[in-house]
């Protein structure tokens, strides 16, 4: 497929009546190539139709260049021929004499004959047979709609540009158009480019999906493809599996970028009192079991009682928001599965180091795998015999779904394939899918298996779609879940906030602990604001015995660990051995300085002082070496020498990871 | 109801009464508050002038007064010179209007088109557009008649100038106005200056450049009058007017005002019939 469009660092300023400037678009690059269909999404106002308009040659850029085939584009022209979402036909002319009009100033030296058989021809390829001499003002909006496509494709244009094409019109009418022009776009192998707001129509029709942030100078936030091969049929498009992931990353998108339009607006400075820096806190987390710290330190006062009074919850469904969040800057602190502080800052978010530092270890365990009922019945009860099923059936192709390539789950599951030789990136795919998507994907059979925290592996053993079969208690008994996670220039501009924030949250794991508490625990778990979930799936410790009788596979059930001897001091041992999988894996290069990051970013003095205010003697200072299923012991020794010794890896990069700037990436 | 049942019981043999009533019962609710209005307002007037409030004649003097009513029955006499029946008056009083209409419609249009297709050129004409809307058109006369000399040119000058304004104003509106979508069309189309004229500009601008046409026919009516008024000695339904007055013929002044307003709603009807046929409203 040849190059078509190409938009090159092209800028369009506005200038307003009052002699300031709107920038509406900034620094926009794209490549189009022949017989791509391509989707420009993003809230009104973001400059897609602006782009959609450069293209067309409507208005030109105010600095860069757009070219069609290598020329650059100064004028419209029917090359470009344009579908508007007012369809624009002339009110005057009939059907076949507004096709007629274009074909005829195109094709103006063809016979008569010829156009005439041209326009016939594209009011058949719409089904308008029968409205060819109706007035346009006789016909409704799906109608007028398949006219103006009509006119746009008789003249062959190399690139058709549809402007919020079915914007104006029913869904049913929607659905029947969008079915119509995937069909003559792939029966014609048209070049289009569509403006859109619908979620759906975008991954329904498009090879590429365009997401544009939000303006003044909107910029490509991410560009994603659609892997659903052609022809696609509405139906079947939508048991794809990658039709959710695709859907909920385009809303996930847009729904970030109304909340930033939100937080550019609201702008808060922080609150200091009881000398603290700032009492006003946006702790994010993640709707889970292991999140019981933080919404017990809400809920219970434990925030209020340290005085942090103004403390805001915000609940994401995936950690991407998590990251976000941090990146960004609005979240204060977050809850965080226990490889995302070292994720950060060994540059795991766009390649970009951001120091993020841990006090807290809130949870351990509560996390387990979860296969498709259906290998249990073809009798896959061990981690042996699903190796055996994956050698055996290379050609189908497996996935699982894991919620971050940092969190314990995605490290989890790795080491427990590895361990027995199943390469997690070449014998089966790993998707990263919300927590809260995993049992509905399995029901679809869109992924066969999963690792993740709780309510979700229960879940899916109680609806009988899957069975857990191997839990974190096997793997690696009492591994770190959940951390606290700040930035680290926001730990250093509030070190006393850092230090009550700790607090409050130790003094609600010493509460989630007490088996007393249990019930009431479960019950605010189970609110709307927090899981959403019935109570019955929400366990803390022991599970009763209904769950247990899943006899032979479902083993002892994962039980969470909220407080106890050394389980919430952040250990270095641990997050060492969090930095060796993630190299392991090519998430991020194994960092030569790693002595100096795990002093930065594990800081056993901010909860050490937490604990000690609370009147919690350390007990212990390290947990000693780390005891996995596979009967490796990991210590802190040599952690480059062990990367070396595993059989099943990736590419391991060793660099000098420098906070300051960016990785200076070394090949060892 | 019986007698209605009758009526129809009559009615039924024969077709024309039968296409009548027709025609009344689907019409006579549109037809019968006119006709009402019409009818209470020369009653009143009748009063008014019996009353012996105002010298004013009632509307029965255009049949009692004897030189209004041969007026009233023999519009086609000519005796030559001034003296012609009332249609007579009017044709010549039409014919002045045609021309200084046709030439408005002309220049109107034509310079309407210009001027809206070009900002600059609009800029440039607005003020003076304005000023020259607001002169009466009986300032216009003595200029004509000191410009051109002679009456009948001059009358037409007066119906030109009256009339061109609506039509340029509107025209220039009208081309102004084209949606954006359908310049868009153009453009990707890179339609050629005569096909972009013919069929994007023209027939977009059309229902306003009809609007300007009804407005100025109206006036081009109103303007008339009043030229033939103040310029004596032509033959037309104006002077018509200022001759019978001059010799106190009230009554025929009234049948003459009847002439005028009738045949300015003939005119307004004709252009609308035009419109119709021409540009027939379409969304």
């Known amino acids: 497929m040849s190059l078509l469009v190409a938009v090159d660092q092209v800028n369009k300023i506005f200038s307003l009546s009052d002699g300031g400037e709107y920038i509406a678009l900034k620094g926009i690059d794209l490549k189009i190539k022949t017989g791509e269909f391509v989707s420009f999404i993003g809230h009104s106002g973001c400059g897609k139709s602006t782009l959609l308009n450069m293209i067309a040659g409507l208005s030109l850029p105010s600095s860069g260049v757009l070219t069609l085939e290598g020329k650059k584009i100064t004028e419209p022209g029917p090359d470009r021929m344009v579908v508007f979402q007012n369809y624009s036909l002339l009110p005057w002319r009939s059907v076949r004499e507004n096709i007629a009009l274009a074909v005829n100033s195109v094709y103006g030296d063809m016979p008569k004959g010829d156009r005439r058989a041209i326009v016939e021809e594209h009011i058949n390829l719409v089904g308008l047979q029968h409205a060819a001499d109706k007035w346009p003002d006789q016909l409704s909006g799906g109608m007028k709609q398949r006219v103006a496509i009509a006119r746009a494709l008789a003249i062959r244009p190399k690139l058709l540009l549809l402007d919020e094409p079915f914007g104006a019109l029913d869904a049913l009418t929607r659905g029947n158009l ?388 050394g389980a919430n001091r952040p250990s270095r041992t641990e997050h060492l051995w969090h930095m060796t999988q993630l190299a392991r894996w090519g998430d991020v290069p194994f960092p030569r300085n790693w002595l100096e990051i795990l002093e930065r970013i594990v800081r056993v003095d901010v909860y050490s002082t937490a604990a000690r205010e609370l009147g919690l003697l350390d007990a212990k200072f390290t947990r000693g070496s780390i005891h996995l299923f596979d009967g490796t012991d990991f210590d802190a020794q040599d952690p480059i020498g062990y990367l070396n010794s595993l059989a099943i890896k990736r590419d391991i990069t060793i660099a000098e990871v420098v906070f300051d700037g960016r990785v200076a990436a070394l090949a060892a | 109801m019986v007698t209605h049942s009758q009526v129809r019981k009559q009615a039924r043999p024969n077709p024309v009464l039968a296409s009548v009533q027709q025609f009344w019962q689907k019409r006579g609710p549109d037809l019968v508050p006119p006709i009402i209005g019409i009818a209470v307002f020369l009653t009143i007037w009748q009063l008014v002038s019996s009353s012996g409030l105002t010298r004013l004649p009632g509307p029965l003097s255009l ?109 220039i509106e009208g081309v102004r106005q084209i949606p954006e979508d359908y310049d868009n069309v153009a453009k990707v189309l890179q339609l050629s200056r005569k096909d972009y004229y013919l069929n994007i500009l023209f027939p977009s601008a059309l229902p306003y450049i009809f609007t300007g046409l009804r407005i100025a026919i109206g006036l081009a009516w109103l303007a008339i009058i009043a030229a033939e008024i103040v310029m004596s000695g032509i033959v037309g339904i104006g002077f018509f007017i200022w001759d019978a007055y001059q010799q106190n013929y009230i009554s025929e002044i009234i049948l003459a005002v009847f002439y005028i307003g009738f045949v300015g709603l003939l005119l307004d009807r004709a252009i609308a019939f035009l419109q119709m046929k021409i540009a027939p409203a379409r969304k």
Request: aromatic residues 8%; neutral net charge.
């Open chain 1, 178 to 565: 969008q079915t119509q022009l995937m069909r003559i776009c792939d029966e014609n192998n048209v070049t289009a480019v569509m403006v859109t707001h619908d979620v759906d129509e975008a991954v329904l029709l498009s090879d590429r999906i365009v997401m544009l942030t939000n303006g003044p100078g909107a910029e490509i936030g991410n560009i994603l493809e659609v892997d659903i091969p052609r022809p696609r049929q509405r139906m079947e498009v939508v048991e794809h599996p990658s039709y959710y992931s695709l859907r909920s990353e385009i809303i996930y998108f847009l729904n970030q970028q109304k909340r930033i339009k939100k937080l550019r607006a609201r702008k808060t400075t922080a609150v200091a009192r009881h000398g603290l820096e700032k009492v006003n806190l946006d702790i994010g987390f993640v709707p889970l079991t292991a999140c019981a710290p933080v919404a017990i330190a809400k809920e219970k006062g434990f925030f209020a009682k340290h005085g942090l009074e103004e403390v805001n919850l915000t609940r994401e469904t995936s950690w991407r928001g998590i990251v976000d969040g941090i990146a960004g800057g609005y979240l204060d602190a977050a809850q965080m599965p226990s490889g995302m502080p070292l994720w950060f800052s060994l540059g795991g978010h766009k390649n970009t180091p951001l120091p993020v530092v841990s006090a807290l270890t809130m949870t351990r365990n509560g996390n387990a795998i979860t296969l498709s009922r259906r290998f249990y019945e073809q009798g896959v009860h061990s981690l042996n015999a699903f190796r055996d099923m994956l050698h055996r059936t290379p050609e189908t192709q497996h996935r699982m779904g894991m919620v971050h390539p940092s969190s314990m789950h995605n490290l989890l599951l790795r080491y427990w394939l590895a361990a027995g030789g199943i390469d997690p990136d070449r014998d089966l795919a790993l998707q990263t899918i919300p927590p809260a998507q995993m049992v509905v994907d399995l029901k679809n059979n869109a992924i066969d298996g999963f690792c993740v925290g709780e309510p979700w592996n229960l879940r899916a053993a109680m609806d009988e779609v899957g069975f857990t079969i191997a839990t974190d208690r096997e793997i690696y008994d009492g591994h770190p879940g959940k951390v606290l996670g700040v930035r680290e220039d926001w730990a250093a501009a509030y070190p006393n906030t850092h230090i009550a924030l700790t607090k409050a949250l130790l003094d609600a794991c010493r509460y989630c602990a007490d088996p007393e508490n249990e019930l009431e625990i479960r019950q605010i778990l189970s609110q709307r604001a927090y899981l959403g979930t019935p109570i019955d799936y929400i366990h803390l410790g022991d599970p009763n015995t209904k769950v247990c009788e899943l006899q032979k596979p479902m083993r002892e059930y994962a039980h969470h660990l909220f407080f106890g001897d």
């Open chain 2, 63 to 171: 049949w009692t007064d004897t030189r209004t009513r041969e007026l009233l029955l023999y519009p086609f006499y000519d005796l030559g010179g001034l003296n012609k029946g009332l249609f007579w008056q009017t044709w010549a009083s039409l014919g002045r209007v045609a021309q200084g209409y046709t030439a408005a419609a002309v220049v109107g249009i034509s310079v309407g088109v210009l001027v809206g297709t070009s900002p600059w050129l609009n800029k440039a004409t607005y003020p003076i557009f304005q000023f020259l809307r607001m002169v009466a058109p009986l300032a216009w006369v003595p200029i004509a008649l000191v410009a051109l000399q002679q009456n009948q040119p001059a009358a037409i000058f007066v119906i030109f100038i009256t009339a061109v304004w609506p039509i340029l104003i509107n025209t």
